[in-house]
């Protein structure tokens, strides 16, 4: 299969954000590469997108948050520019390892020492899954309508993945996609809606990386998840959640915070992606999520 190649829409949003976001790919001890866009300096900040995106999704953090931290936003395995690791996809827990595995041998690589982390969706599963396996010192978990929380999960949404985005998008064309998907009603809202159409259309997506997805939504019964770990985590931990998320229900989020020892939930009026929504919300609160003492 032909490698991704980075598409004209991607390609321009890097050239903006160069020299300050350099986009590097890393080749992993146990093989494989994972492509990382890094910025700033400081406290280690880890960047993870959703199912079907790229670390560039996060463009608009990047550079804020890179004026206090070094920020780290990485292409999770079998997207964006990150290649898809070898083994077996049999489990629920394979399918974690596949996600997760590959992003730990990388931050063992780059930050050694303690970072914090922000997941979006299935980023959301797993930045909980390096904070819980403890390979990589988390020191805070910022989890924004995250899967792994708990086992549910809207039956429209398991639909939705089974059919798959990328060849529901492929099949549409732009503007059928963007009805079926509309982005926020802004210039920032539709540069994000031509970057997701473009990250799920171009050649080169890996089969695999959706394999292990739908071993961890499957059509019916409990997503997977790590419920009855949470109160075992010791950092704190921000919950963001959007108050309409039709994949995820909010009611998660607030069993959670209940669960996790440090919690605070931020509830907002959005969907599922309340970080693209409203940024002018989201980054304020991660800004002072990031730079709170920390009580061990």
Known sequence: ????????????????????????????????????????????????????????????????????????????????????PEGPLATGEDAAAFFTAPVEALLSQLAPGPVAVVGHSLGGLVALELA???????????????MGLGPEMARKARLFFRAGPERLARSLGPWAWARLMPPPPTPLGE?????????????????????????????????????????VMTAPVLLVWGEHEDTLPVSIAEQAARRLPQARLLRLDAGHSPHQERPERVLPELKAFLAAPHEH
Not at 10 to 28: C, F, G, I, K, M
Not at 41 to 59: D, K, M, N
Not at 137 to 143: D, G, T
């Open 132 to 146: 819980l396996r403890g390979r990589v010192p988390v020191e805070r978990l910022a989890l924004v309508d995250a």
């Open 1 to 84: 299969m032909k490698p991704p190649s980075v598409g004209p829409v991607e390609a321009a949003l890097l050239a903006q954000l160069a020299p300050a976001v350099d986009a590097t790919v890393h080749w992993l001890p146990g093989g494989g590469a994972v492509r990382v866009l890094e910025a700033g300096a400081g406290p280690t900040v880890v960047l993870l997108h959703g199912r079907g995106g790229a670390a560039s999704q996060w463009f608009t953090y990047l550079t804020v948050l890179a004026r206090s931290h070094r920020v780290l936003a990485v292409d999770l395995p079998g997207f964006g520019m990150s290649s898809t």
């Open 191 to 231: 540069r994000l809606g031509a970057l997701e159409y473009e990250l799920l259309t171009r050649p080169g997506a890996s089969p695999d990386a959706t394999r292990a997805f739908n071993r961890l939504v499957p059509v019916v019964g409990p997503v997977f998840h790590r419920a009855e770990k949470l109160d």
